[in-house]
């Protein structure tokens, strides 16, 4: 949490005054300025967090192995976690390398989709 408020509190710093500036002497309320001016100007802010985030969401393994260790009838194992069984519990290391890399993939795709279609390349500001 703390890292995403670091991350919008810098993408907000980084909208000139001006813009507002300019915003406030054509009339416009508060409610629409952020909706209309910061909200556009932080998206490629915005994308970041939230790719950071979805991938931030698939670090759990840490928590599966020290608290469950993959649940009672695998109900909380994760693929992180499966990855680690198969790899160093089984000894299949090429299993183990294929799976991860596949979930490196998922994550490179999913990313990729987000930063496409929420446009997170592409400043308002320019």
Request: charged share 10%.
């Amino acid at each position: 949490m703390g890292y995403t408020a670091l991350l919008i509190f810098a993408g907000l710093q980084a909208i000139p005054n001006s813009v507002y500036e300019a915003a406030s002497i054509d009339g416009s309320k508060a409610l629409n300025t952020f909706r209309r001016i910061t909200l556009p100007l932080l998206r490629p802010v915005l994308v970041l967090v939230l790719v950071v985030t979805v991938i931030g969401s698939f670090q759990v393994f840490d928590t599966v192995a020290v608290t469950t260790a993959g649940g009672p009838v695998n109900a909380t194992r994760v693929l992180q976690f499966y990855i680690y069984q198969r790899a160093f519990n089984e000894q299949d290391f090429g299993y183990g390398s294929a799976l991860a890399v596949i979930l490196f993939l998922i994550l490179a795709v999913v990313a990729f989709i987000q930063m496409k279609f929420l446009r997170g390349n592409q400043s308002d500001l320019d």
